[in-house]
């Protein structure tokens, strides 16, 4: 290893990955020297595999500093097939970057490298979308996406590293120093709604979350951040087949919300709130919740969020509702519209969380169960046993015809004034035991 004739063809710039090539340079001089000479060639050459994010600071914090002109050659790429990664070279450009074309290495670095500036635009399909707005509005951009069915992989990259550096600094707090890049974590509340994450991004920044004992976390919101499926060939040939099964599945599988949960058991020990709202995350990211649920990972939370998850009866009957079950003295509000779990699993829910002493918010509207089934559910309520806390109670969209399931909200509404009307006399009732003027009792006997 000492002879330099042996370990100069590992420097070719296609033979090694560039975790490879950095890891290289520390195994004795005479490959660091190798290693600074390749480095300080005008061109970089990377590949898919080279898509990570420590690889991502390298090149932004130690080889761009000592080569702001430095070239980036992506293997496959013909769009942009030698990249300038200077970012004042992208500012002063004065016109939009096209991602028409770009291919997702090249992509990657690119939206690392512009992700802390907000004086670029980028071009696709005829539509222009500045940095600001990836930035600041997410969620309309998202929407801006839907609308006109934009799903080039470039553009899905550069959305992703833009996220990622904004969910970084949510998670980290602030930086304290601008030349050693120390981070304070600061923050109670981390949300990261909207915010379409690649693989790449999702181990970035998971790892990040769950890293350590977040003591002072109270709030997750994870709501809408699974990654597209076309940053892989596969994912675009499933989707194309109609093989929808196998897409959610993939996606699922690369989602922050399965990154997470399967992360998280010492993490989120004083969490309050998690909300995975309109994520994929179907039977099997269900299963994954309720056992971490189970595995005490979540042990102070109050409100969970699964509105549009595409949970089934199936998901509600498994672990999930396992999970409700063993909490159900702990949840205050329980969030499940949007879903198709019907009336099984509307009837699983109501076991499973039976005699639920401090559920006060509830909502399971929009899950195709029918009037009878919500009138079954106001008709337990009433009773008085199932959900003794309960304050609100969620049937219908807020958007549905004021005559859709009058009867039932009707009938819920009535168990719901009852089941108030009970607690109230209860307290009343504690009231004048601790005052010592019991009900009924002769004033004379009065202490």
């Not at 539509?127 to 899905?156: C, E, N, W």
């Not at 990622?164 to 981070?183: D, M, N, P, Q, W």
């Not at 350590?212 to 951040?225: H, I, M, P």
């Not at 709130?273 to 005490?296: E, F, I």
Request: aromatic fraction near 8%; charged fraction near 20%; charge should be positive.
């Amino acid at each position: 290893m000492d002879d330099p004739r042996v370990v100069q063809p590992l420097h070719d710039p296609h033979v090694l990955s560039l975790r490879t090539r950095r890891a290289h340079a520390c195994v004795n001089s005479v490959c660091a020297a190798l290693a600074r000479a390749h480095f300080a060639l005008p061109r970089l050459y990377v590949s898919r595999d080279d898509c990570e994010h420590e690889n991502a600071e390298f090149v932004i914090r130690k080889l761009m500093t000592s080569n702001p002109k430095l070239l980036l050659c992506a293997k496959g790429e013909t769009a942009y097939p030698e990249m300038r990664l200077d970012t004042r070279y992208w500012r002063h450009r004065n016109q939009a970057i096209v991602l028409d074309g770009l291919q997702y290495t090249a992509a990657y670095f690119l939206g690392r490298v512009l992700a802390p500036t907000s004086q670029v635009r980028f071009k696709v399909a005829d539509v222009f979308i500045h940095a600001t707005s990836i930035r600041v509005y997410p969620s309309g951009v998202d929407a801006q996406m839907r609308d006109r069915g934009l799903k080039q992989v470039g553009l899905h990259a550069v959305l992703s590293a833009f996220h990622e550096h904004s969910a970084l600094f949510k998670i980290l707090g602030r930086v304290t120093s601008a030349l050693t890049h120390t981070y304070v974590d600061n923050s109670t509340e981390v949300n990261l709604c909207d915010m379409r994450m690649d693989s790449a991004t999702v181990r970035a920044v998971g790892s990040r979350l769950v890293d350590q004992d977040r003591q002072e976390l109270l709030s997750l919101n994870l709501s809408n951040t699974t990654a597209w499926t076309n940053e892989d060939a596969l994912g675009n040939m499933a989707e194309a087949a109609g093989m929808s099964n196998l897409v959610q599945q993939r996606r699922y599988e690369k989602s922050f919300c399965n990154y997470t949960f399967a992360g998280t058991e010492h993490a989120f020990v004083a969490l309050k709130s998690l909300n995975v709202s309109s994520n994929p995350l179907g039977n099997r990211g269900a299963d994954a919740l309720g056992y971490a649920l189970m595995c005490n990972r979540f042990p102070k939370l109050v409100a969970l969020y699964m509105h549009d998850t595409q949970l089934d009866a199936d998901a509600i009957r498994g672990p999930l509702g396992l999970a409700f079950g063993q909490l159900r003295n702990q949840l205050k509000e329980l969030h499940l519209s949007h879903n198709h779990f019907g009336y099984l699993g509307l009837c699983s829910l109501m076991t499973c969380t039976m005699n639920a002493k401090q559920l006060a918010r509830v909502d399971v509207s929009d899950t195709e169960c029918p009037d009878w089934a919500y009138e079954r559910l106001g008709n337990r309520l009433g009773e008085g046993d199932m959900w003794p806390a309960i304050n609100t109670l969620i049937i219908k969209s807020p958007h549905a015809p004021a005559l859709e399931k009058a009867r039932a909200q009707h009938i819920v509404d009535l168990a719901i004034r009852k089941m108030k009307a009970c607690r109230d006399f209860e307290e009343f009732k504690d009231k004048c035991a601790s005052d010592g003027l019991l009900i009924g009792q002769p004033p004379h006997t009065r202490a």
